[in-house]
């Protein structure tokens, strides 16, 4: 090896010689081996400076010394692992996530609730799923499957679209809503295509074009006015730099507009629509610079970047309760409170100038307003009679159950005479958070109450196996699907061909019978109520993972005596013994790892080979894995040979007691560094692959 080192500095000379830093930092940044030929070794960054000069060193390596040259890329991670990939799943802190799904959200700009006094509220509903389907749809587009591109067009089926927004509006209304050209502020319709196919003249699907988001008729006209009011004509580019810097609150009306007789504007326009119409008005036209300056007021006024985020199980579950009218109403409402990160203060409340009035004419419904709650009832006015005529008792339970609708999203908070409007009323509302509804309620507190009494034979103990058993709950899931109304058994599943004998082990498919009695018999209640089915409960409970209350070492330890007796001497071992642990490898290579100072990357090395079933003689690829790469196993492998000896056996001999004892689960793993130790097992390893593995761990330990 000397005469190769010698070889080698020669060749580096030459490289200096260059008077290339840079070359030369890459160089030393490299590890340098010999075994028939140079190889040098680098991390990723290295490695890739060096492969764009590696024609011109495998040249100057054979002027020199004849011998070949050699890239060699330093693994970060342990053998068999891919680090490029990341597969999640959806999880859920608590229940009541699991079952709302937060994650999953549709995306209002809130500009776009601004046209609810305009065109009402099924419209807006519509226009807002054709956003949300668009954007869904764009995810086909393989690469550019998280952003759409300019340009795309989708297909997008009537009953999906409608399935966005719970099915509040029919495909009758659906296409009234079209027809009597409400979505024409949204929307535009293009020109009929054919085409021929075998001979026949077809019609193509009628091709509509999304217009963007434009300005209310009366947020124009109010743009339109306070631009003739500052002089536009006289300097445009003054003005309109100077609006752009304006508040918005000095140009339109908030919280929302409501059409008036004197707007200029009868349809939505854009903003250089109306800025060309106040140029008109002096004869002047627009030009580049001001077309420019005209993007940047739109996105001013509009702020194309707001949205309100809302679950979608809001759209699915509430809306359809609530209707698309005082849903709507909601949003609105919703959108005028916030949440005050900078100071933690939160807003749910608003005053509405005007009160009662001016919510009619926002929602353009008389009635609706009326069904908000009073959060204090008032005692003024005749008494509440309690016999009334059946026609009346229907009417006043049809207002009750309508107000009770409204109350779980809206209330009055109190009144105050109104400076604005002249007798009238300013409303105080409070808007509610987004929560269950009454079904997912009940059944959220049958689930948490299934967690912490489980019926018997069901124990926390066994539920731990259902979280931590993908198979189980694949199977499961699958019997589910079969018949969501009852869970069926194994053999049912076999007889039909939706799983094999294979699948489960004989013990895996005795618990599979435990959880389906268990199952079947705590809920059968709710599943006849028609509140829930059994794919629902088991999708909440798969994204739940495991909860935080269950206690992960239920059954109790072992006997401090029989622990003692197992681990015998290796109880006050705290240091390793390498001399024995090194005892039966070449004595060349041993001398060699104890010069190095490689004694704990082998025993990484040793503790990863051993738990790897795919890796026959575990002593061998830890010697060579140690002496090539020079570093430890690096993750839970090199955090389990840093615990003391006496920790480490301690921990193996309990965890495998346990295993013999037939303990499942979380429960098996107790002590020092079991959750690394688990970690790196495989997730579906059987129990007897289980044993082997641990047991082969505390052979190359020599335990």
């Not at 509405?352 to 008389?366: C, D, K, N």
């Not at 004694?599 to 690829?621: D, G, K, R």
Request: glycine share 4%; proline share 5%.
């Amino acid at each position: 090896m000397n005469t190769e080192n010698n070889a080698w500095a020669e060749i580096r000379q030459s490289l200096i010689a260059t008077q290339d830093p840079a070359l030369e930092a890459l160089i030393d940044s490299a590890q340098l081996s010999y075994n028939g030929a140079y190889t040098l070794s680098a991390d990723l960054t290295t490695y890739t400076a060096l492969c764009q000069v590696y024609p011109w060193l495998e040249t100057i390596v054979q002027d020199h010394t004849g011998k070949h040259l050699r890239l060699s890329l330093n693994e970060t991670v342990p053998m068999g692992t891919v680090s490029s990939n990341l597969k999640m799943s959806l999880g859920a802190s608590n229940i009541s996530d699991a079952i709302l799904v937060p994650e999953s959200i549709i995306a209002i700009p809130s500009y776009l609730l601004r046209f609810v006094p305009y065109v009402g509220s099924s419209p807006v509903l519509i226009a807002t799923a054709l956003r949300q389907a668009f954007y869904r749809a764009s995810r086909d587009h393989g690469a550019d499957q998280l952003y759409p591109r300019s340009g795309d067009t989708v297909s997008i089926q009537v009953e999906a679209l409608l399935s966005i927004l719970g099915n509040t509006i029919s495909r009758a209304k659906f296409f009234r809503i079209f027809k009597d050209g409400s979505m024409d502020w949204f929307v535009t319709r293009g020109e009929a295509s054919h085409r021929v196919k075998n001979g026949q003249v077809q019609r193509l699907p009628t091709r509509y074009h999304y217009r963007g988001l434009l300005l209310t008729p009366g947020d124009a006209s109010d743009l339109y006015t306070w631009l003739l009011d500052n002089q536009l004509s006289r300097d445009p580019i003054q003005v309109l730099s100077q609006v752009c810097q304006t508040s918005r609150d000095q140009i339109l009306s908030f919280p929302f507009r409501v059409p008036l007789d004197s707007d200029y504007f009868n349809e939505a326009v854009s903003v250089v629509q109306v800025v060309q119409a106040a140029l008109q008005q002096t004869g002047l036209n627009l030009n580049p610079t001001l077309a420019s300056l005209c993007d940047n007021l739109s996105a001013h006024l509009i702020r194309p970047e707001s949205f309100l985020a809302i679950p979608h199980y809001w759209f699915q579950n509430v809306l359809p309760e609530l209707g698309d009218d005082l849903g709507m109403l909601y949003l609105m409402s919703k959108n005028c409170c916030f949440i005050d990160w900078a100071r933690g203060k939160d807003r749910n409340t608003f005053w509405v100038t005007g009160g009662l009035s001016t919510l009619q004419g926002w929602i353009r419904s008389e009635t609706l307003p009326r069904r908000i709650p009073i959060e204090v009832a008032s005692k003024r006015g005749r008494p509440r009679s309690n016999q009334v005529k059946q026609q009346s008792a229907y009417t006043r339970a049809w207002r009750e159950n309508q107000r009770e609708l409204a109350s779980a999203c809206l209330t009055r908070v109190q009144t105050r005479p109104s400076e604005s409007v002249p007798s009238a009323a300013d409303w105080q509302l409070r808007v509610s958070e987004i929560t269950l509804t009454a079904r997912d309620e009940a059944l959220k507190q049958a689930i948490y109450a299934f967690l912490f009494a489980p019926p018997e034979p069901l124990s926390q103990a066994t539920l731990l196996l259902y979280f931590e058993s993908q198979p189980l709950q694949d199977i499961l899931m699958a019997a589910a699907q079969r018949d969501p109304a009852r869970l069926c058994h194994f053999e049912i599943l076999i007889r039909e061909g939706i799983c094999q004998i294979e699948t489960l082990t004989s013990q895996e498919i005795s618990h599979f019978e435990t959880f389906v009695d268990g199952f079947n018999y705590y809920f059968e209640t709710l599943i006849e109520a028609g509140i829930c089915q059994f794919d629902t409960i088991l999708n909440i409970l798969n994204r739940l993972k495991i909860p935080s209350f269950f206690n992960k070492n239920i059954p109790p330890a072992l006997n401090t005596t029989v622990k003692e007796q197992m681990v015998g001497d290796h109880s006050k071992v705290e240091a390793w013994d390498f001399n024995h642990l090194l005892s039966n490898i070449n004595p060349l290579l041993k001398e060699q790892i104890i010069t190095r100072k490689l004694e704990p990357a082998y025993l990484s090395w040793l503790i990863y080979a051993s738990l790897t079933p795919t890796i026959q003689t575990p002593v061998s690829l830890a010697v060579k894995r140690t002496l090539e790469a020079g570093v430890d196993a690096g993750g839970p492998a090199l955090r389990l040979a840093r615990l003391p000896a006496d920790q480490l056996t301690e921990t193996l001999i309990s965890v495998l007691a346990r295993l013999e004892q037939g303990y499942l689960g979380s429960s098996m793993w107790n002590g020092a560094g079991a959750d690394d130790l688990r970690n790196m097992l495989p997730p579906d390893c059987s129990q007897q692959a289980l044993r082997h593995l641990l047991t082969r761990l505390t052979s190359a330990l020599g335990l």
